[in-house]
Nanobody, 118 residues
Framework: QVQLVESGGGLVQAGGSLRLSCAASVSGSIFRTVAMGWYRQAPGKQRELVAVITSGGTTNYVDSVKGRFTISRDNAKRTVYLQMNSLKPEDTAVYYC??????????WGQGTQVTVSS
């Protein structure tokens, strides 16, 4: 099983920024071949896909974060990032990373809590 470790969350005021990181316990030669996604789950809601980056670097975002969030990856470090700017209270959630589509071989990490105060 591949382990994923997310970090970088915290408490921030509306309009602020955070940068999330997710490190994978897999070789770089494998990591560079998979598309990675950032997901989030707010209290009482289902987990949703927020951003995706393909192995070739193509990105895609859910409409609610377009223009505010940027996903990137460093294959040498086996890490995917999520730069979040202009944060809103509705961005409050636990953020996770995983492959896209989700692979049963890659375990969900503990996530990182993002709380945006108004």
């Amino acid at each position: 099983q591949v382990q994923l470790v997310e970090s970088g969350g915290g408490l921030v005021q509306a309009g602020g920024s955070l940068r999330l990181s997710c490190a994978a316990s897999v070789s770089g030669s494998i990591f560079r071949t998979v598309a990675m996604g950032w997901y989030r789950q707010a209290p009482g809601k289902q987990r949703e896909l927020v951003a995706v980056i393909t192995s070739g670097g193509t990105t895609n975002y859910v409409d609610s974060v377009k223009g505010r969030f940027t996903i990137s990856r460093d294959n040498a470090k086996r890490t995917v990032y999520l730069q979040m700017n202009s944060l809103k209270p509705e961005d409050t959630a636990v953020y996770y990373c995983n492959t896209n589509p989700i692979s049963p071989v890659w375990d969900w990490g503990q996530g990182t809590q993002v709380t945006v105060s108004s």
